[in-house]
């Protein structure tokens, strides 16, 4: 199977679709964890909103740079290099991430009155 630009396939809107079901993921496991008052839960939900907006970041870092360089640039490159930014995020956010999760941790227990977990402030 060939992988190029020529699919039948409109991919921005797949982009944007998978966008929007990041979102929709992201609310409800913050409607999962208010309604529980798990902080766990909470705290998947602000790690998770951590990994889009890194991807996010990389994204459009990735898009700062110049065009041209030792491999051209492709379809099956963007690809890569989606799937590539997307894994980063996650595993940046699984460890101590950017502080984004930590925040939003912060302010969202004390919004839902959800108690913090032991070790976090």
């Known amino acids: 199977m060939k992988i190029d ?16 079901v ?12 208010q309604k529980s008052q798990d ?42 290099e989606g799937m590539f930014d997307e894994k980063m995020a996650d595993e940046v956010s699984k460890g101590q991430g950017i502080g984004l999760a930590k925040q939003m941790y912060s302010q969202l227990s004390r919004t839902m009155k959800i108690k913090k977990i032991d070790g976090e402030e």
């Open 22 to 33: 990041k979102t929709e993921e992201f609310k409800n496991l913050l409607e999962q964890a």
């Open 5 to 20: 630009g020529n699919l039948p396939i409109h991919q921005v809107d797949i982009k944007n679709k998978k966008e929007e």
């Open 39 to 80: 902080e766990k839960k909470l705290m998947d939900a602000c790690r998770q909103f951590e990994s889009v907006f890194i991807n996010m970041l990389l994204k459009n870092m990735r898009n700062s740079i110049p065009e041209g360089g030792f491999i051209e640039k492709s379809y099956p490159r963007e690809i890569f």
